[in-house]
């Protein structure tokens, strides 16, 4: 009976340990886990009002989240867990009208050279190419 009673309060303590967010056993590898759409600034900047539906799944992917009951809205969802506890959430929701982009919103913001300077964006014609 001493005997238990002298292990019962080692096994309670690693049990609660084991369940405590921010005790780890030394040795234990805890994996980052990423999930849903990973969109970088440069996708971002690719983004101009009046592209097809076609041409934004093209530039960012297949949305996350494709509303039933609302199909002019996509929403781009990401989140990733890293190992030290921190968490990393990036949205982005694009609009459309009828088949044509109109607007986006999230935390992605275009960059000013992309709205100020028209020659930043290429165009190819069908005569250019040989």
Known sequence: MA??????PIALLLIVAAGCKNF??????KVEIEQGNIITQEMVDQLQPGMT?????????????ADTFNSNRWDY??????RKGSKETSRLSVFFD??????????????AKTLD???????TS???TP
Do not use: M, N, W
């Not at 009828?98 to 960059?111: A, C, H, I, M, N």
């Not at 300077?117 to 165009?123: C, F, L, M």
């Open 3 to 8: 005997r238990c009673a002298k292990l019962f």
């Open 24 to 29: 780890a056993f030394p040795g234990v590898h």
């Open 53 to 65: 539906r076609e041409q934004v799944r093209f530039v960012l992917g297949t949305p996350l989240i």
């Open 77 to 82: 969802l990401y989140s990733l867990d890293r």
């Open 98 to 111: 009828g088949d044509s982009l109109v607007r986006f919103s999230g935390d992605f913001t275009p960059t």
């Open 117 to 123: 300077d028209p020659s930043s964006q290429t165009e």
């Open 126 to 128: 069908a005569s250019d």
